[in-house]
C-alpha cells in the first residue's frame, strides 16, 4: 500500500472575519476584534457574514435562488478553495476530484413554521390541518435546499466536481470525519486530490434553536472563549462560515506545479462516552500525541464555548505548560459542521506563514520562535474529538 | 496458499453477516421469502392522517413499537436490528464489534409533534414565535428533544450498543447513501485501517412533513389503489417511487481475518464505483453518463467485464425518469448483453427505502448469490417498450448467479454502484 504525503494545496474561507487568506490572517494577526450581532437574535449574540458577492463564486442567479443560505456559503467556500489551489474550472482536475462534504440542514421556512404552529393551538385535528398547510404553504424547491446532501449537489453543479461525492453529517464529527477520511485516501492512493469542507449559517432561529433544545447557547453577550465558564446560558456563541480545503498527494501536487500551504501528518479522531469517560484526559493524550515531543507546539484550538467541552478542552491545553493555544471561536464563532476544517485551514496558514497569530485574548500566550508544526483541534459540544498535525509541506 | 489480496493487490473484502428490516418483515429468512414470493410491503398510510395528501401509500414499518415514536428512534430501532442480526451470524460479540461504524441515516429535523409540544410551552407567554420557543428551552432545556435532532445522535447510540470502534461516520448521499455506507467499510478495509466494519442503512423517516415535501416535488407516485400496484419499475405506466423504511446491515472483513477466525464467508464485497452528475438537481444528465461512468468504475474496480455480470440488482424507482436514464446507463455499458441480464427491482416490493435502500439491496444481491433465486419485479403489467431489460416479471426465478451488480442513483446527482460475487477476483 502506498504512503503518499497528504498537502493542502487550496483554501477557502468565508467568516465574520471576512474573506479568503488574508482577510483571515490579517484580522488574527493584529489585534482581533469579534464582529458581532446583539439585536437580531437577542438575547443570543452570534458572529453574522459580513457583505458576500455570491456572483464572484455562483455566477448564476439561478442557482443562487436554489439553495438556502448555508448552501450558499459552502458552495462559495468551496469556490474560493478550487480558486486557490489553481483547480477551479479545469475540468479535467474536477471531473476527477473526490469530495467528502460535512454538512448539516434545515434552515426552515420560518413563516410556514410558525402559521402551522399557531394553528395547531386551536385546531381540533392537528394531522389534517399539518398536511393541508404543508401541501399549500411549502415551497417545493425549499427541501432541497435544507436537504443535507445538497450541498455537495450544488457544488457538482456550479464547479463541476464530479469524481465522487459524499456527505458526512453529525455536526463537528463530520468535519473532522471528512479530512480524515480525504486524507485516508489520499494518503493509500484511493485518491489523488480531493475537496473537503463544510459551511454553517447561524443566523436562523430555527438553526439557533438546534443548540438551544439542549441548552447550549450564550445568553448574556459576548465573552473572550475561555472566560465564559458561570455566564448565563450555555457559553456557545455561535457563527456563520464556510471552509474548503484542497488535498492532494505530493506527487499530483508537484506534478502540477501547485503550492502546498503544509502537510497533514496525522489526524486523531474518536468519540468517547461524555457520561464516562473523563474527556480532559482523553484531549491531553490526543494533543500530547500530536505535539510529538515538541513543547512548545502552537495549537489552533476549535473549542466551541460550551462549558463542559471547553473546559475540559482548556485543562488539558493547561497541561501542556509550554504550548501557546488560540482559540479561534472566540473571534470567528463556533462553525459547527465547518469547524474542524476553520481550525486545520487556520492552522495550515499559520505554517505556511512559518508564525504563529497573535493571542485571542489575554489569557493566551505569545509565541516567540518560528512556527514549523501545528495542532488543530476540534471537540465536538456533545459528542466527537479531532486532533490534526501540520507540519511544513 | 490462500490469496487474500485482489486483482489489485488489496485485501479481499469478504461478507460474513447480513441483516435487513423492511415493509415485509424482520430478518433475512422472511423479507427473503416474502420478496421472492412477489409479495408487496406497500400499504396504505396509518401512521398519521392522509385527508388533503395525493400520495397515502408508503412501505413504513409498522410493527416496531417504535414505529411511532418518531424518525430518530425509529430510524435508530431498524439500524439496530439489522446490525444485532448481521452480527449474530458473523459470530461477532454482540457488545464488543471492534472495528469502525458507518452509518449511512436520514437527515431528520425536529418533529411536529415535538414542535407542537414545545410550541404548547409558551402559550401563557404570547402569540406563536421561536423567539418564545427559544426562550422557553433557555427556562428548560430539552435533552430528548435536542437528541432527535442530533446527526451524529444514531450513530452513537449504536457505537455504544455494539461496541463499535472510533468515530463513528454518519453519512447521506440521498438514495445512494446505503450504498456509499458499504463503500466507507471496503475502503477502510482495503487501507488496512480495521479487519472487520460494520456498514449499515437505516430510514425510518416517513412523516407527513417528508412525504409532502417529496410529493412537491411530484417525484411520489400517485397510484394509492390497491397500494401494492403502486411501484411498478420500468413499466409504460409507473409515475413515481414510494417511500419506504427500512435498514440493512453488512459485517464485512479482510477475507484473512475472516478466515483465521473461522468466519463463514457469505459473499465478498468486490468493487465499488461512484461519480456524480453536475446537471440539476433532481433530474439526470441526459446522456447518462454519470450513472455510466458509476457502472464502469464499479466494474473496474472488480475487475469484471460486462460479459461476467450475471444479474443486476437495479436502482429501479419506478420513476419516469430514473428508469429510463438506469437503462440508458445500462444498455450503454452492456451493450448487446443488456436484455440478457437479468435485471430486477426490489423497490417494486419494499418502495424505495432511501437511505437504507443501497444497503438492504446490497443485502438481497448477496442473498440473491447465496440460493440462486432472482427476485422478481412486481407489478409489470404494462411493460415500456422504450425499456429492453429481461426484469425477471412477476415471478422469481432460479439461475446460478456468482456476480450481481447493485445500482443507487441519488437525487443530488450522487451515483453509487457495488458489485458482489460468490468468489473474489484475484
Known amino acids: 500500500m502506498q504512503n503518499n504525503k497528504v498537502l493542502i494545496t487550496g483554501i477557502g474561507i468565508v467568516s465574520s472575519l471576512g474573506e479568503g487568506l488574508d482577510a483571515h490572517w490579517n484580522a488574527l494577526s493584529g489585534k482581533p476584534e469579534p464582529k458581532l450581532e446583539t439585536e437580531t437574535f437577542a438575547p443570543y449574540t452570534v458572529h453574522p457574514l459580513g457583505e458576500v458577492d455570491w456572483n464572484l463564486q455562483i455566477p448564476k442567479r439561478s442557482d443562487q435562488r436554489q439553495m438556502e443560505t448555508w448552501q450558499r456559503l459552502g458552495t462559495y467556500a468551496a469556490g474560493l478553495a478550487l480558486e486557490d489551489a489553481g483547480i477551479k474550472e479545469d475540468e479535467a482536475l474536477c471531473s476527477t476530484m473526490d469530495m467528502v462534504v460535512a454538512a448539516g440542514g434545515g434552515e426552515r421556512d420560518l413563516a410556514v413554521d410558525t402559521l402551522i404552529l399557531a394553528e395547531g393551538r386551536t385546531s381540533n385535528d392537528r394531522g389534517v390541518m399539518l398536511n393541508q398547510k404543508l401541501s399549500t404553504e411549502l415551497r417545493p424547491t425549499l427541501f432541497l435546499a435544507q436537504l443535507s446532501n445538497l450541498l455537495a449537489g450544488n457544488i457538482s453543479i456550479v464547479h463541476k466536481v464530479t469524481g465522487s461525492s459524499r456527505t458526512f453529517m453529525g455536526e463537528e464529527s463530520s468535519g473532522i470525519s471528512a479530512i480524515e477520511t480525504a486524507a485516508a485516501r489520499i494518503r493509500s492512493g484511493q485518491s489523488t486530490h480531493a475537496l473537503v469542507g463544510g459551511s454553517y449559517n447561524t443566523e436562523h432561529f430555527d438553526m439557533l434553536l438546534g443548540h438551544e433544545l439542549g441548552g447550549y447557547l450564550k445568553s448574556d453577550g459576548w465573552a473572550p472563549l475561555w472566560q465564559r465558564q458561570g455566564s448565563a446560558g450555555g457559553g456557545l456563541v455561535p457563527g456563520s462560515g464556510g471552509v474548503f480545503l484542497v488535498l492532494e498527494s505530493a506527487e499530483h501536487a508537484e506534478k502540477r506545479g501547485a503550492r502546498a500551504y503544509a502537510e497533514i501528518q496525522s489526524i486523531t479522531s474518536g468519540q468517547i462516552r461524555r457520561g464516562r469517560d473523563d474527556l480532559k484526559t482523553t484531549v491531553q493524550t490526543m494533543l500530547e500525541k500530536a505535539a510529538d515531543g515538541d513543547e512548545a507546539s502552537f495549537i489552533v484550538s476549535g473549542a466551541s464555548g460550551a462549558h463542559k467541552p471547553t473546559s475540559a478542552e482548556k485543562a488539558a491545553l493547561d497541561a501542556l505548560p509550554g504550548a501557546a493555544a488560540r482559540g479561534i471561536s472566540g473571534v470567528t464563532g463556533h462553525l459547527r459542521e465547518a469547524q474542524f476544517p476553520l481550525a486545520v485551514a487556520l492552522a495550515a496558514i499559520a505554517v505556511s506563514k512559518g508564525e504563529a497569530f497573535s493571542p485571542l485574548e489575554e489569557s493566551e500566550k505569545p509565541l516567540d520562535k518560528p512556527v514549523s508544526a501545528a495542532i488543530a483541534t476540534t471537540i465536538g459540544i456533545t459528542r466527537a474529538e479531532g486532533v490534526a498535525r501540520l507540519v511544513k509541506a | 496458499m490462500t490469496k487474500y489480496t485482489d ?283 454519470p450513472a455510466i461512468a458509476a457502472v464502469r468504475n464499479a466494474l473496474d474496480d472488480a475487475g469484471l467485464t460486462t460479459d461476467q455480470i450475471d444479474y443486476i440488482n437495479a436502482h429501479g424507482t419506478s420513476t419516469p425518469e430514473n428508469d429510463k436514464m438506469e437503462y440508458l446507463a445500462l444498455s450503454t455499458v452492456f451493450a448487446d448483453r443488456t436484455s440478457s441480464i437479468p435485471t430486477s427491482s426490489n423497490k417494486s416490493m419494499i418502495g424505495h427505502t432511501l437511505t437504507a435502500a443501497g444497503a438492504i439491496e446490497a443485502a438481497f444481491s448477496l442473498l440473491t448469490i447465496q440460493t440462486g433465486t432472482l427476485p422478481p419485479t412486481i407489478n409489470y403489467d404494462n411493460p415500456d417498450p422504450t425499456i429492453l431489460l429481461d426484469v425477471v416479471p412477476n415471478e422469481k426465478r432460479e439461475a446460478k448467479v456468482s456476480t450481481v451488480l447493485s445500482n443507487s442513483f441519488g437525487f443530488g446527482g450522487q451515483n453509487t454502484c457495488l458489485v458482489m460475487a460468490a468468489e473474489p477476483v484475484l
Open chain 2, 7 to 289: 486483482h489489485l493487490g488489496r485485501p479481499i473484502v469478504a461478507v460474513t453477516g447480513i441483516g435487513i428490516v423492511s415493509s415485509l418483515g424482520q430478518g433475512k429468512e422472511d423479507n427473503w421469502a416474502a420478496l421472492t414470493a412477489g409479495r408487496s410491503g406497500i400499504h396504505e398510510i396509518t401512521r398519521f392522517p392522509t385527508e388533503n395528501l395525493n400520495t397515502r401509500i408508503a412501505g413504513t414499518v409498522d410493527f416496531l413499537a417504535e414505529s411511532t415514536a418518531g424518525a430518530t428512534p425509529l430510524s435508530e430501532k431498524l439500524a439496530a436490528l439489522a446490525a444485532e442480526e448481521a452480527i449474530a451470524q458473523a459470530g461477532l460479540p454482540m457488545d464488543d464489534f471492534g472495528g469502525p461504524l458507518f452509518l449511512a441515516a436520514p437527515p431528520v429535523e425536529l418533529d411536529w409533534k415535538s414542535r407542537f409540544a414545545l410550541d404548547r410551552t409558551t402559550i401563557e407567554d404570547g402569540d406563536t414565535s421561536y423567539e418564545l420557543m427559544l426562550a422557553s428551552c433557555r427556562r428548560k432545556p430539552l435533552p430528548d428533544f435536542f437528541n432527535t435532532t442530533q446527526f451524529g445522535y444514531i450513530a452513537e447510540r449504536i457505537a455504544d450498543t455494539f461496541g463499535t470502534r472510533g468515530l463513528p461516520i454518519t453519512l447521506s448521499t440521498a438514495c445512494a447513501s446505503g450504498a456509499t455506507a458499504i463503500q466507507l467499510g471496503v475502503e477502510a478495509i482495503r487501507r488496512g485501517e480495521s479487519d472487520r466494519v460494520l456498514s449499515i442503512g437505516t430510514d425510518g423517516s416517513v412523516s407527513a412533513e417528508s412525504l409532502i415535501r417529496f410529493s412537491l416535488l411530484s417525484a411520489l407516485s400517485t397510484q394509492n389503489d390497491p397500494a401494492h400496484k403502486s411501484a411498478r419499475p420500468f413499466s409504460k405506466d409507473r409515475s413515481g417511487f414510494v417511500m419506504a423504511e427500512g435498514a440493512g446491515a453488512l459485517v464485512m472483513e479482510s477475507l484473512e481475518s475472516a478466515l483465521a477466525r473461522g468466519a463463514k464467508i457469505l459473499g465478498f464485497l468486490q468493487g465499488c464505483g461512484e461519480k456524480a452528475d453536475d446537471f440539476h438537481r433532481t433530474r439526470s444528465k441526459p446522456d447518462g453518463s
